[in-house]
């Protein structure tokens, strides 16, 4: 390995090392020092942002024989990935302390995750997104069932484990398939063969279906959704925040990775597909989330609903269009950052802040955190000039531009059904009388952060073009 490969790796490396001394270190702490894993965690994740931003690739390069790649648009993932998570971190740390649940697992295991995410985002070939992509999940599968006493969390876990492995294997037969065709793993090699080769050859077919079927399942799309709601509904409220934001920019840089690159050339095929499952996606998504009681399965409906939006930034198969996907995959992490973070914030010991119906008269109870839900909840709607519109506008824009007006039409009427539930929040939050009187709990730093996520919302609504040339210039469209 060259010192300039070294230097490619130097976050994985860090987070790596920083990970497996930090589970050795929890091993002997006392409970009264389970804040140091905690703070060790998050100096982790700062220092490994400063290393990321430090080497900021200015063009694509390659390592380790071509397995793994820095560009652009992946350094600009791995920032806001690390970001996410600190504030996840953050989040949840009165959550867990209040519950007797602050234990050092959570931490090494999230970290753990992201350093298979940050994988994902890197990886040049099928096998380390492979790799990458069961670090995450095997990560993820026992953060949901770490809290063993509850019934609801081990249910969860065990939906999730079983259908996140039947997803796995699926993926791993389609590329299993790719290689058998083309005899490379690597993904430019793969995009040049493919050029090559019949796109109406059975075997490839096959290859291109299953791996659309299992990025499919790990976004969470329609038909291929059924863990979703189950997993958001029964986690313990921190571990859903885990899941929601971050692994989603995981998942579309290993779309990106994947049918960008490596498949390229079948753009006109893989293209179809994701158009139905778009379609799929924002309809059950959308329909099925105004019937829902509980906030956390209604926040589920709602991502299945954002997937099939961001798919439609994809499927134009231009540079713009994943620009604008990249603008919706961001903006919507750091609205469900913000969302999950507030269900966080009202919750208490003894009390999850679950229903719908427990933010009735938030107004009255407490009007900065209702103004932050307030504003959360109309980006998550697509309001002018809320960070959520612009999102979905960008996403829109780049459709017609490419000539699917009709598909555009369709994504508007599905975003204005989905209306509907965000409203009703906000209905319950100003127009009704508190069931909940007891008085809110919260910390500074949970205070401050919640605040500062939803004022982010807010600003980058107003000033879009900040986050939207960050994205562009991903994509060297600046």
């Known amino acids: 390995m060259t010192l300039i490969e070294l230097n490619m790796l130097m976050p994985e490396i860090i987070l790596l090392s920083m990970a497996s001394l930090i589970l050795i270190i929890d091993a002997f702490l006392p ?14 994740l700062i220092g490994v942002g400063l290393v990321i931003f430090s080497t900021y690739p200015q063009q694509t390069e390659l390592a380790l024989h071509g397995m793994f790649v820095t560009d652009p648009m992946g350094a600009t993932l791995k920032l806001f990935i690390v970001g996410i998570v600190f504030f996840t971190f953050l989040y949840s740390r009165s959550y867990l302390k209040e519950r007797n649940f602050f234990k050092g697992e959570y931490f090494t295991l999230g970290l753990f995750a992201t350093l298979g995410m940050l994988i994902m985002v890197s990886a040049h070939n099928m096998l380390v997104i492979y790799l990458g992509l069961e670090l ?30 039947i997803a796995s294997g699926i993926l791993l037969y389609g590329m299993s398939m790719l290689y058998g ?88 095929d893989w293209q179809d597909m994701l158009i139905l499952l778009s379609i799929l996606s924002m309809a059950i998504g959308n ?8 906030i956390k399965r209604m926040l589920a409906y709602s991502t299945i609903s954002h997937v099939g939006f961001l798919l439609l930034g994809i499927l ?80 829109v824009m780049q459709l017609i531009n490419s000539g699917m007006l009709w598909l555009a039409i369709v994504a508007v009427l599905f975003a204005v ?13 100003y127009f009704e009388k508190p069931e909940e009187t007891a008085p ?25 073009h900040t986050l939207m040339t960050i994205c562009l210039s991903a994509f060297s469209l600046v």
């Open 287 to 294: 329909i099925v989330a105004i019937s829902q009681t509980n």
């Open 417 to 429: 059904i989905g209306a509907f539930y965000y409203l009703r929040i906000i209905w319950m939050m």
């Open 181 to 268: 065709m083309t005899g490379t793993l690597d993904l430019n090699e793969l995009s040049q063969s493919l050029s090559t080769l019949d796109e109406y050859h059975t075997a490839l077919v096959f290859g291109l279906v299953f791996i659309v079927v299992g990025l499919a399942f790990k976004l969470g799309a329609v038909p291929f959704h059924m863990w979703v709601p189950d997993v958001y509904q029964g986690s313990p409220t921190s571990v859903t925040l885990f899941i929601s934001s971050a692994p989603k920019l995981a998942a579309f840089a290993m779309v990106m990775r994947l049918l960008v690159d490596g498949m390229g050339h079948l753009h006109s």
């Open 440 to 464: 809110i709990e919260d910390t500074m730093d949970m205070r401050v952060a919640v605040s500062a996520n939803g004022l982010l919302v807010l600003g980058l609504g107003l000033m879009p």
């Open 316 to 395: 134009t198969a231009d540079k713009a269009g994943y620009a604008a996907s990249m603008f919706y995959v961001v903006s919507y992490a750091l609205m469900t950052l913000g969302g999950f973070g507030m269900i966080l914030l009202l919750s208490r010991a003894g009390f999850e802040a679950e229903n719908i119906s427990d933010y009735k008269g938030l107004n009255e109870r407490n009007s900065w955190f209702a103004f932050i839900m307030l504003i959360l909840m109309l980006s998550m709607m697509g309001v002018p000039p809320m960070l959520g519109f612009w999102a979905k506008f960008s996403v």
């Open 136 to 165: 995450l999940s095997l990560s993820l599968y026992a953060m949901v069932a770490m809290h063993r006493d509850s019934q609801s969390a081990t249910e969860a876990a065990m939906k999730y484990f079983v259908l996140g492995a």
């Open 31 to 44: 409970d009264d020092l389970r804040d140091l894993t905690y703070q060790l965690s998050q100096g982790t």
